[in-house]
């Protein structure tokens, strides 16, 4: 056999062998998608009397996504997020009591996700993080911890500045702690950015959600 004919024999094994890991990740991406599309869906278009239900049949899905690729970071990224979106939904007296588990579980999954690799889906696992570390109580109720959260936000926005969720949660950050003149610029630059390609529901959501907070923190300004 030729040199020739047996380096297109080991050409063609190793493009053989590369096609289900493609195939794997084309797989992976669109569940992530249709994750996120069905997250947009649950949080801007369904009615809050619905939400729970939804959210916990969509944290269903997710944590089977998460087992599927338990080496991949997006599915946990992705299920932490879903995660939230459940324990927010939750009603009635009980409501912190049956939330808390669901925001601890979604932290360890984005911390999990951090050690296989931080950088994944353009920052996410920094943005959620800081918000789950300033949007959950401290103290002995939970988790939460302003140090943590800023300093995650500010990674969030180094890597990707012009991410519409690490600005919104800047902004959302200062805003929660009163600091109208550090929330402003947040939410003014988020609402600039181009929509998500794909994800139109996500981007009217957040936007529309980003317009409120801007109205109020400019009203605390005294700016028209």
């Not at 056999?1 to 024999?9: D, R, T």
């Not at 996120?36 to 809050?48: F, I, M, R, S």
């Not at 995660?83 to 409501?95: C, I, Q």
């Not at 103290?139 to 600005?167: E, H, Q, R, S």
């Amino acid at each position: 056999m030729s040199v020739f004919a047996y380096s297109k024999m080991v050409f063609l094994a190793l493009l053989i062998l590369a096609v289900p890991a493609l195939a794997t990740a084309d797989e992976l991406s669109d569940a992530v998608h249709q994750l996120q599309l069905e997250w947009a869906v649950a949080n801007y278009k369904t009615a809050d009397a619905d939400k729970e239900a939804v959210f916990k049949a969509l944290v269903d899905k997710a944590s089977a996504l998460t087992g599927k690729y338990a080496d991949r970071p997006e599915p946990r990224i992705w299920e932490a997020i879903i995660r939230a979106g459940y324990a927010g939904a939750m009603g009635g007296v009980s409501s912190m009591f049956n939330a808390m588990p669901q925001m601890e579980k979604g932290r360890d999954l984005l911390l999990e996700a951090e050690k296989i690799n931080p950088m994944a889906m353009n920052g996410s696992i920094y943005t959620t993080l800081g918000s789950f570390y300033y949007m959950v109580p401290g103290g002995f109720i939970g988790y939460g911890d302003d140090d943590k959260a800023l300093a995650y936000l500010k990674k969030a926005v180094t890597v990707a500045p012009d991410d519409m969720d690490a600005n919104y949660f800047m902004g959302d950050y200062w805003l929660e702690k009163k600091k109208y003149k550090k929330a402003l610029p947040w939410f003014e630059h988020m609402l600039s950015l181009p929509d998500v390609a794909d994800r139109p529901v996500y981007s009217v959501g957040r936007k529309a959600a980003a317009a409120k907070k801007l109205a109020k923190v400019k009203k605390k300004l005294h700016i028209k």
